[in-house]
């Protein structure tokens, strides 16, 4: 489920909440790049059912640059910029005039301050639009995300995150005053040693809340969705590093609703959602 729910819970992720891109390759400036794609069978927000019909692409792409490196409260400050988007060939995607297909893209502007005791704290403004004048998606909010990073652990990477209304809705309902809360912990296995072909898998969790005014079709509902996955991984170690890291991925997603996002589905309160991604930071 390459949705913006699934795209927070792999952490390849919090382009929308808003992580730090990782430096692989040959690349050890100051400057990272993230691009990649995905084609999923459905896509939810949050939640809320948007497409599960005919071809859905969502390809992305980042930029961090560190500012900051040191010691003491704040240890480390970057800022990146990224766009997400979705293009359908189904219903959601036939809008008359401007693009079509290009249902929606999004743009996120943030900074992550890197804590003590393996914290990171992201603040974030993202647009949610429709590029198509016929399409209905607009929102835009402020994210605040807190990660700790357990790789030297159990390896779990949980986090929280506030998302507040600045205008419009998610949803499509009410002012854009709503407040929404998401947690989600991810671990991951190596299932294949492979100096060539490794194989990895994760489990990523999470949860989607309405803190207040979020889910409000037909009327406001605390619970909005659990979402759990297994995600295969596979790095392209024939492709040259100087060219970035590459790696494929599979996985499937169990997406379980509440009231409200269940109404918004058309009465269906789970879904079962099939992704395959590709990937490249550099």
Do not use: C
């Amino acid at each position: 489920m390459k949705t913006r729910v699934l795209v927070l819970s792999l952490a390849g992720a919090l382009f929308m909440s808003g992580s730090a891109l990782a430096v692989n390759g040959p690349n050890q400036g100051k400057v990272s790049l993230k691009a990649g794609f995905d084609v999923t069978s459905a896509y939810y927000f949050r939640g809320i059912f948007q497409e599960d019909e005919d071809f859905i692409i969502q390809p992305y792409a980042g930029i961090t640059f560190d500012l900051y490196e040191g010691e003491g409260l704040i240890n480390s400050a970057s800022l990146y910029l990224s766009t997400w988007n979705s293009v359908h060939t189904g219903p959601t995607g036939s809008g008359s005039g401007g693009p079509g297909s290009w249902y929606e893209s999004d743009l996120t502007v943030g900074v992550s301050l890197g804590l003590p005791a393996n914290l990171t704290q992201d603040i974030a403004y993202v647009y949610i639009g429709a590029p198509d004048p016929a399409g209905s998606i607009y929102a835009e909010e402020v994210t605040f995300t807190t990660a700790y990073d357990d790789s030297e652990g159990w390896g779990l990477q949980p986090y929280i995150m506030f998302a507040v209304e600045v205008d419009g809705a998610s949803d499509g309902v009410g002012d854009g005053d709503g407040t929404y809360f998401e947690a989600g912990v991810s671990q991951e296995f190596t299932l294949v040693e492979s100096e060539t072909a490794p194989i990895t898998v994760s489990v990523p969790v999470t949860v989607g809340l309405s803190v207040d005014d979020y889910y409000e079709f037909p009327t406001d509902e605390t619970f909005g969705f659990l979402d759990i996955g297994i995600v295969f991984s596979m790095p392209l170690s024939s492709v040259p590093s100087d060219l970035g890291a590459w790696v494929l991925s599979a996985g499937v997603d169990f997406l379980f609703l509440g009231d409200s996002t269940e109404a918004a589905n058309g009465g269906d309160d789970t879904e079962v959602i099939g992704t395959v991604g590709l990937s490249m930071s550099y």
